[in-house]
C-alpha cells in the first residue's frame, strides 16, 4: 500500500522550521507542570494527552494557578503550506482517513464529527495545554483540539522500541484522534473532574489508564473501518501496531527506565491491557466495545 496514493488532510498546521517557540519553566513550573515528572518517569516517550492536562492539570478544574494559564498563547500566524516530504504527507493522509472514518461513525449515529488539527513540529512549540517537546512524545491537547506531533518520534519508534513500519506510525496517530474523539462525545471532561475529585494519585491515575486504554481501542475501531474501506492492511500491519502498543506499556517502560514496574504509578496501561483494547476495536469495529470505564481493564 502507498500511503501517498491517499488524499492529505487539510487540517495539517506544519511548523518544523519556524523556530518552534521554546517555553520555558521558570521557577521549575509552567507548561509542562507535573507532566514533566510523569515523562521522564516513563523515559519521556508515553503516547497520550499532555500530562499537564490529564496528570496534574487539575489545578485548571478547580481555577487555580494551572499550567495551563502561565503557559503562553498557541503560535498563530498565516496558514502553513502543506508538507511536501513522505513522513508529512504520510502523516496527513493517516489524518484524512481518520477524518473519513469518524465523520462516517458519527453520522450514523446522528452527530457531527468536527476534526481536529495536527501540528507537525521540531523540538518544541506551544499549545494550548502548554510547551509543547519532542520528549514528551505526541500528544492531544483538548483545549485547542490539536494532536501535536514531532515526526523525529517514530524514528525513536523504530530504533529504541523495535516498532517500526508504518502502520505502527499509523497507529500512534489514530491513538491521539482517539482521544479526540473522547473529547467530543464529553469523556476527557468527566475524567478531568474525576481526578478532581479523586482521593489519592492511584486513583487519578487508573482513570488516565483508562482513557489511554480507550484511545486504544478506538484506535483499533479507526483501523478496521479504514481496512473495509481502503484496504490498508497488508500481511505484518497488524503485528506492528500490536508490537508498538507492546512497548510503549507502562510496565515495559518502567522495566526499561529503571528495572521493576510500579503498578500505581501507571498512566497508559501494561504492554497486554494495550495490545487487548487495540485488538477488541480492530476486531469489532464498534465503538460501543471500547468502554474502558465499566468492569475490570
Known sequence: MRWEDFRSSDNVEDRRGSGGGGFQMPGGRGGLGIGTIIVVGLIGWALGINPAVLIGGLEAINGGGSPQQSAPAPQRGRPTAPPTDQLGRFAAAVLAQTEDVWTELFRAEGKTYQDPKLVLFSGSTRSACGGAQSAMGPFYCPLDQKVYLDLTFFQEMKNRFKAGGDFAQAYVIAHEVGHHVENLIGILPKVQQAQARA?????????????????????????????????????????????????????????????????????????????????RGLKTGSMQQCNTFSGAI
Open 199 to 279: 482521593s489519592s494519585r492511584a486513583e487519578a491515575n487508573n482513570l488516565s489508564v483508562r482513557v489511554e486504554l480507550m484511545a486504544d481501542c478506538l484506535a483499533g475501531v479507526w483501523a478496521y473501518h479504514a481496512n473495509a474501506r481502503y484496504r490498508i492492511l497488508e500481511p505484518g500491519d497488524v503485528e506492528q501496531a500490536l508490537n508498538a502498543a507492546s512497548a510503549i506499556g507502562d510496565d515495559a517502560l518502567q522495566k526499561r527506565s529503571q528495572g521493576y514496574a510500579v503498578p500505581d504509578s501507571f498512566t497508559h496501561g501494561t504492554s497486554q491491557q494495550r495490545v487487548n483494547w487495540f485488538t
